[in-house]
């Protein structure tokens, strides 16, 4: 029998992440039949239709020209304030509701997710978020003894399944007094849904009908993609609602510069919040903080530097969100090409919005996957289907690939 050191808490804590597996696969089939015959959909990253890896044009020119210290100094453990300020900014656009808001920085969005976790859920009870989910949420919950429920996503006509949401969220709430719960919108990791208003008002419904009856209630919205899912107006207006919510009513934001910025590596986020109570939002800052300082103690200066510079400079804003629209489209067509495909073969994908990602349901995800590499083509089984990261597929590569997936879908069976 071999010894074992590690805590007992720490059984079954074995990584194994199918994103970065698929992408090994991925690398080694490149090097074995040459890069130019593969398609590599399985990373979460925007690569060009050179197949290089896209960075920002002005986000490269200002990282550089950064000083020296704001690069390698120590930074605050809530984050630099002209970086908190500038979150908030552009986490709401012209759509901040009113109410107290205050942010804390993060390591990348992850870190953001992390904290929401550790300080608004109980240990040993549940988080709830869609059946279709980033497979790291259940990871951060295990990690910390939380359990991670789901709730069916979609109904049986491709739309949000509010009934299912609202049934789940009273089933953990008559064993729990608190819940909470993670939405990944606008632009759905991995499926590129984005919840409507009408959605939004079915979720607010039903939190709201709980914080009634004296639950206390936190919604995590992360928005990670929420830079490549449309204008700063359409995808910031359901932000509003979220305006006057009772005090036991609670919603965050995990933001982060991994996608909007180009800077995956870097790991720089932030955990926003929005409360009617001051002193809800003064516990928010303390307690983020203190878990902060307790995880990774602070996070990346230079990337905070580098936002803040950004956004305070009207000339440097203007070309950041122009280089960074044309990314957008490029994704966008991408997309756009593969359900109209995906449509003319009988591929039946999921409804995809906006984002990096799209999904095709299957009963044997990893049975698809594999005989995909058939066709030199690589994406990531999921439980409940595979996803494809269009976002890194250069377009004359998306075209026929819906009818790629198609034959593995159909080889398989289900």
Known sequence: MSTKMAASHTENKVLNDVIFAASGAATAAAKEHGAEKITNATLGAIFGEDEKLACIPTVEKVLRELPIPEIIAYAPVAGL??????????????????????????????????????NYSEIGEAVLTADWFWGPYNALCQNIGRRLETFQLFDEGLAFN??????????????????????NTPAHNPTGYTLSDEDWDAVLATVKAHAKKGKR???????AYIEYSGTKEETRGFMEKFAHLPENVFVMFAFSMSKGYTLYGQRTGAIVGLSASRAVIEEFSDVNKFSSRATWSNINRGAMA????????AALLAAYEKERDALYQIVRSRGALF?????????????????FFLAVPSEDPQAVADKLHDDLVFAVPLKRGVRIAVCGVATKKVEGLAAKVKKAWDFVGK
């Open 162 to 183: 509010a009934a299912a949401f609202t049934a789940k969220v009273e089933a953990l709430l008559e064993k729990q007094d608190s819940l909470l719960i993670i939405l």
């Open 306 to 313: 580098l936002l803040a510079t950004i956004q305070q400079d």
């Open 81 to 118: 304030p002209a970086y908190l300020e500038s979150v908030k900014d552009i986490v709401f656009g012209n759509h901040r509701p009113e109410g107290y808001v205050e942010a804390v920085a993060t390591a990348g969005g992850t870190g953001a997710v992390h904290h929401a976790i550790e």
């Open 339 to 355: 359900m109209k495909e995906a449509k003319d073969c009988g591929l039946k994908a999921l409804p995809y919005k906006a984002g």
């Open 217 to 223: 209630m936190s919604v995590l919205v992360d928005i």
